[in-house]
């Protein structure tokens, strides 16, 4: 099952209506609460004559001297952008630190692992076949052996047998 959602301009307004109302209202919400504590009333009354002091001033600058505050104004924005600059080059520089030295040795490190588990895997191949053939070595010896304790058992049992026929023939015993 799908859905179709319609993007025309009163639906997505309809939504940033809904959102931007929401938002207000937990704002307004929140700061209801918040004014319940003392300390926090004490500091936004402080907070807005500050800001309301700062605003006259700059304003009454401007007012005064508006060339001055903007000469100011293009000082401190170049001021910021050369800081920037520098802070671009550093990070590029960072950028560049960390590939060779981290990221280099890393591919490196992994190659190499590949290459000793490859390696490993051979040589378990390889143990794995000496080991067959120690086995089989083994297995040869034991067959070799039993082999040679059925005979001297082959030849001990016709010994015996013999010297059971000639004991039963010898006269004068009893049988």
Do not use: C
């Not at 009354?45 to 401007?62: G, I, P």
Request: proline content about 2%.
């Amino acid at each position: 099952m799908t859905q179709t959602a319609t993007y025309n301009n009163e639906t997505v307004n309809e939504n940033n209506g809904k959102l931007l109302k929401g938002v207000v209202i937990g704002a307004v919400i929140g700061g209801a609460i918040a004014m319940l504590d003392s300390n926090t009333r004490n500091k936004i009354t402080s907070t807005t004559k500050n800001m309301k002091e700062t605003t006259m001033d700059m304003y009454s600058q401007v007012k005064n001297n508006p060339t001055e505050v903007k000469n100011d104004l293009q000082e401190r924005l170049k001021s910021a952008s050369s800081v920037l600059k520098d802070a671009i080059n550093d990070a590029q520089n960072l950028y560049e630190k960390v590939n060779e030295n981290i990221f280099g040795p890393v591919t490196q490190v992994k190659e190499d692992s590949s290459d000793i588990i490859s390696s490993a895997k051979e040589v378990t191949s390889d143990l794995k076949s000496i080991g067959g053939k120690v086995k089989e070595a083994g297995e040869e010896v034991i067959n070799v052996s039993d082999s040679q304790s059925d005979d001297s058992s082959d030849k001990d049992a016709s010994i015996s047998h013999n010297t059971t026929n000639t004991t039963s023939k010898i006269p004068g015993q009893l049988g």
